[in-house]
């Protein structure tokens, strides 16, 4: 994946700062908590500095005396033992006694808490083993919740847009929108699930328009090839008739003959400009970086000798102030000489050609001073390309060709009339 834009997280970044977080919350808490225990401890048990010293002292007669006595450790009294608390005769007696005639054993006050009682044995005890098991526990309970907020903060709303999207998707249903406030990996990732939508969208749209184009061009062909069928159908029928009786001119004959083969030949017209409306689908489109002026002056001297060819004038009324333009010369060739030739076909004395750039478009219109389209034509929206039943309509092929090409090219192609007379044609490209 591509490096985020500037000012975009990281996921990665984001989850070391969630577990980053969640350590030091935890590493408080039980600092907290350890602390506190200990203070609960001190306060059950306060004599912190008091131990235990258990004496035995050997009597003369063999008897052992036992006694213990709590001994402050920093009280400053460290020259002997002040009292030793024994039993005789079950009398209690307390005699001093020097350090070098008894044995004895020190044990710290905190381990023996036999001073307390129960409640207050249990409460000690518990807290140190919460010293121990709060802080593990807080450590699971941590990264879990880490876990829970971080999969439904950062992962969550990524993963529930994608799988409504490639649902969307499955059903064929491309009305939707790719929609997530992530900044990091993800959310970019929808974003760009978004864009692949638009453009699914938009070739979506083509495609049914250039679908319902076809459908469009068909009907039109079928339309139109009823009425050479019809003639020969008619002329058919007349000869079988006539032949019978005996009653046709041989220059009769000719001049139905003549007319058959002008029928067939309409016919085959048609089935050659399907065919070769069929193979524009094949045509790929290569864009180059050239000079415009260059691209110009080509075709300009080009169309001018097409129209001269003809008898017509080609005139310039406008040329591009650009340089450089992004565009397949061929193709724009191509869609200039089938415009021309349209024109030439029905243009009195002469045509006007311009070129100009409005909005990263090349616009280029070529004008006659014939009689124009028919309202038929402008008013179906530049739908009706093919041509009429009548032979004198101002549609060609031509155009129908030229339009595919425009679209192929990300254009388009629009037909228009101007005052007083004439027609005008005006190619848009992208460049």
């Known amino acids: 994946m591509e490096r985020l834009r500037a000012g975009k997280k990281s996921l990665k970044m984001e989850f070391f700062v969630a577990v980053a977080v969640t350590l030091l919350s935890v590493a408080a808490v039980s600092a907290g908590t350890i602390y506190g225990c200990r203070l609960f401890q001190k306060w059950l048990v306060p004599g912190t500095n008091h131990v235990m010293i258990h004496i035995g002292y050997q009597r003369q007669d063999g008897v052992e005396d036992l006694a213990a006595t709590r001994f402050e450790v920093d009280s400053g009294e460290r020259q002997g033992i002040p009292f030793i608390n024994s039993i005789e005769n079950g009398v209690p007696v307390t005699e001093k006694y020097e350090l070098d005639k008894f044995r004895l054993s020190v044990e710290s006050v905190n381990y023996g808490i036999g001073w307390n009682g129960p409640r207050r044995k249990l409460a000690y005890i518990g807290a140190g083993i919460a010293m121990g098991a709060l802080p593990a526990a807080y450590s699971i309970a941590g990264f879990l919740l880490c876990a829970m907020w971080f999969y439904r903060k950062k992962l969550a709303p990524a993963i529930k847009a994608l799988d409504d999207a490639a649902q969307h998707i499955s059903r064929q249903d491309l009305d939707f929108t790719v929609t997530c406030g992530l900044g990091n990996e993800l959310g970019e990732l929808c974003r760009s699930f978004e864009k692949m939508r638009q453009a699914l969208s938009e070739n979506n749209r083509r495609l049914w328009k250039m679908i319902e184009e076809r459908k469009m061009i068909q009907a039109s062909i079928a339309h139109d090839l009823r009425n050479p069928i019809a003639i020969i159908e008619g002329y058919t029928e007349y000869l079988q008739i006539h032949l019978q009786t005996n009653d046709l001119t041989p220059r009769r004959i000719g001049e139905i003959t003549c007319n058959i083969e002008k029928a067939a030949k309409r016919m085959e017209q048609y089935t050659e400009s399907v065919r070769a409306i069929n193979q524009l689908d094949d045509i ?37 102030p650009f340089d450089m333009i992004s565009i397949d010369a061929a193709i724009l060739c191509r869609i200039l000489e089938n415009v021309l030739n349209n024109a030439i076909r029905f243009a009195r004395e002469k045509m006007e050609l311009s070129f100009a750039l409005q909005n990263k478009k090349l616009v280029i219109s070529v004008a006659d001073d014939g ?47 101007r005052q007083p007379h004439g027609a005008i044609v005006k190619i848009i490209l992208e460049v």
């Open 284 to 320: 790929e489109i290569h864009r180059e970086q050239v000079s415009a002026d260059e691209l110009i002056s080509d075709i300009t001297a080009d169309l001018t000798l097409m129209a001269s060819e003809a008898g017509k004038t080609l005139m310039m009324a406008g040329a591009a």
């Open 371 to 417: 009689d124009g389209f028919s309202e038929e034509i402008l008013k179906s929206g530049n739908r009706l390309l093919m041509p009429a039943a009548d032979e004198n309509g101002h549609c060609g092929m031509g155009l129908t060709i030229s339009r595919v090409l425009c679209q192929k090219h990300g254009g388009r192609l629009e037909l228009g009339n």
